[in-house]
């Protein structure tokens, strides 16, 4: 995938996508596949908006259940099945527990109904049948879990995911069914022609230099900056989304061996803790935000809020502030509506303007390629919409065989199927025709140089940041080494 802007004003497409987040990158993808001239804009790097700051779960959803969204929990669930079968590097299944204590809002029963509705509801999409425990039970599974008052619990199964990558292989899917995209690029104005939108002014942040790009539809996946987007049509455009906030704490310590659902006792919401690259991610918020999206910040509040509300359930365990090795904050794009921001759905809905721009508006991205089919199937009137990821196939033979053929240790190539899936293949090309690139620029975690080389190459990496926080996860293990920063600068080209 090269990053060529040229090839933007050459063309008149079919389909120009503004937004390279999970729902841009997935209609760009489905749209190439079914053989539609398409283009994407991103003003940042791939995935650097909402979906590389979410709690990284594929699932259904249990809490949706409470709120009797039976349809989107199906769907949501359906689509689970989906995305295990066709990025299974990417999205693996988890094993949750959900600890119930006396006096909890929702007793031990209800717990049991909501994971024993849940698989019902799955059918033949459940991953694994839930079970009820008693607290022996529960405290045999998480034993640093806080005893007093415990009455019992329920495990059940879902799925966990890198959401980065997954956005990154829907781009690269796209890139290689023919579309042409590009991140880094912002639409700053709408071409318009008798009242309609005819394609937009781009400016370059890497080439400093803006261009035109031109298209008959247009399709606005902006996330959490909707509105922005749809000011830039119509001054006075209605507001289509509500944000609201959620942070995460990424803590040095794996606290637990499967992923808690916790119910948190100074509001009525849920959080969980998960093990998560070694360690744990624990979130998230709800809480509304009306700043800019550019700015959106991890408040101490936010942080000390996870923080106390993870002690109490781990009373034992010496927690510290000095462990918290990364946060990240993300906005949640949701159709607009009044009440409390943990009860508005996580459905999705499109927005047609009078200039003719269809907006994506809300959705979760568990139901990423729903969404996708469903904008496509609005504008082209086509049934079917093939669906796939980068194929090329499965990794070259097992971890061993690869470690022994390319001579490099077991962890290393663990970590690159990983990360890569099928594409390791790629990478294996690399090392093969230059033996150099299997030096080591990380330890924990394994990272090879092939693999920066790879990012710039192949995936569009353009900053230092594109490399440690969405092609590799370096960036949420704490401040990176000064030795990789400056391995990853040696391989980005010199602006
Ligand atoms: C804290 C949190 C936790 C979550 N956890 C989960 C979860 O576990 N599971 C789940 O299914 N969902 C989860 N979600 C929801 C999910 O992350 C989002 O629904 C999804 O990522 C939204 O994707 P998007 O493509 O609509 O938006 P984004 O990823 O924000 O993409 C929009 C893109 O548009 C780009 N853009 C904006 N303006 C312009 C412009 N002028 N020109 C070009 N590009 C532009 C932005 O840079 C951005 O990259 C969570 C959300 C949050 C906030």
Not at 296 to 304: A, F, G, I, R, T
Not at 374 to 389: E, M, N, Q
């Amino acid at each position: 995938m090269i990053r060529d802007i040229n090839q933007f004003e050459k063309n008149q497409y079919d389909l120009l996508v503004i937004g390279g987040g999970i729902n841009g990158a997935s209609i760009a993808n489905l749209s190439a596949r079914a053989g539609i001239k398409t283009a994407l804009l991103e003003k940042g790097d791939f995935a650097s908006g909402t979906s590389s700051k979410s709690t990284k779960l594929i699932h259904g959803g249990l809490r949706y259940l409470e709120n009797l969204e039976v349809d989107l929990v199906y769907e949501s669930l359906k689509e689970r099945k989906v995305q295990l079968a066709v990025a299974p590097h990417l999205v693996q299944p988890l094993e949750f527990l959900i600890p119930v204590y006396q006096g909890d809002r929702r007793p031990l029963w209800m717990m049991w109904l909501g994971v024993f509705l849940y698989d019902l509801i799955a059918g033949p999409y459940r991953i694994k049948r839930h079970k009820a425990l008693n607290a022996t039970e529960v405290l045999r599974l998480e034993p640093g879990l806080q005893r007093k008052g415990l009455k019992g619990g329920v495990v059940y199964y879902d799925a966990q995911m890198d959401d980065a990558r997954l956005c990154l292989e829907n781009v690269l899917a796209a890139s290689e069914a023919g579309a042409h995209v590009t991140n880094y690029a912002e639409v700053k104005e709408y071409l318009k022609e008798n009242g309609r939108v005819i394609g937009v002014k781009v400016q370059d942040h890497i080439g400093n230099r803006n261009f035109e790009v031109h298209a008959k539809k247009v399709v606005v996946a902006g996330g959490p900056w909707t509105h922005k987007l749809l000011k830039l049509d119509d001054l006075r455009a209605p507001k289509k989304v509500r944000t609201t906030q959620g942070i995460h704490i990424v803590y040095k310590d794996k606290l637990s061996e499967r992923a808690l659902f916790i119910p948190s006792q100074s509001d009525k919401r849920i959080f969980f803790v998960i093990p998560w690259l070694g360690h744990s991610l624990i979130g998230t918020t709800d809480t509304d935000y009306l700043g800019d999206p550019d700015r959106v910040k991890v408040s101490p509040d936010d942080v000390e809020y996870l923080m106390r509300e993870t002690r109490r359930v781990f009373p034992e365990l010496d927690m510290s502030p000095r462990k918290i090795l990364s946060t990240f904050s993300g906005l949640r794009p949701l159709v607009r509506k009044g009440g409390s921001a943990s009860k508005v759905s996580r459905k999705h809905l499109f927005y047609e303007t009078p200039s003719g721009l269809i907006f994506v508006v809300g959705g979760k991205y568990t139901t990423y390629r729903v969404v996708a089919e469903s904008c496509l199937k609005k504008i082209f009137k086509r049934k079917t919409w093939p669906f796939a990821l980068c194929d090329r196939g499965k990794p070259p033979g097992s971890v061993d065989d690869v470690a022994r053929s390319f001579n490099l240790e077991p962890e290393t190539v663990h970590s690159l199927f990983g990360i890569y899936g099928g594409r390791v293949q790629d990478v294996l090309v690399m090392i093969a025709k230059e033996p150099r690139l299997k030096e080591k620029v990380s330890f924990d975690p394994p990272v090879i140089k092939a693999q920066l080389l790879y990012a710039v190459q192949k995936e569009m990496a353009c900053t230092v940041e594109d490399i440690t926080d969405r092609r590799l996860s370096l960036g949420y293990l704490g401040p990176v080494p000064e030795s990789v920063l400056a391995a990853i600068r040696d391989v980005l080209p010199q602006t």
